[in-house]
């Protein structure tokens, strides 16, 4: 698995972006894997954003980007994405998706622990 994260860049307040995690190493088992999507402000720690099953059936959301990020994915592309509505300035950070082979992620999948697979991070700021 070689997980390629893009789609960052700068976006005034109250804008969109879409963000895409692509696996480049075309794994074959990647529809099998959870992925998530995770940010790092700056100065701050990383931290979860939303999730998403294999098979794309079960999603979550940390409760800031309820109502305003989606995630979705498309398994024939090997790629999962993160539509993001309504930016804010509290919203800038480093983005990095996560894949998860074996479900052992803790905290429902909200713990960075068990995330095997890490792509690099691709920065979304939002001017204010």
């Known amino acids: 698995v070689q997980l390629q994260a893009s789609g960052g860049g700068l976006v005034q307040t109250g804008g969109s972006l879409r963000l895409s995690c692509e696996d480049s190493g075309r794994t074959f088992t990647f529809s099998n894997y959870d992925v998530a999507w995770f940010r790092q402000p700056p100065g701050k720690e990383r931290a979860f954003v939303a999730r998403?099953?294999?098979?794309?059936?079960?999603?979550d959301y940390e409760d800031s980007v309820k109502g305003r990020f989606a995630i979705s994915r498309d398994d024939d592309k090997r790629t999962v994405y993160l539509q993001m509505s309504g930016l804010k300035p509290e919203d800038t950070a480093d983005y990095f998706c996560a894949a998860d082979p074996w479900g052992d992620s803790l905290d429902g999948g909200r713990s960075q622990s068990g995330y095997e697979y890490w792509g690099q991070g691709t920065l979304v700021t939002v001017s204010s």
């Open positions: 998403i099953t294999s098979g794309g059936d079960n999603t």
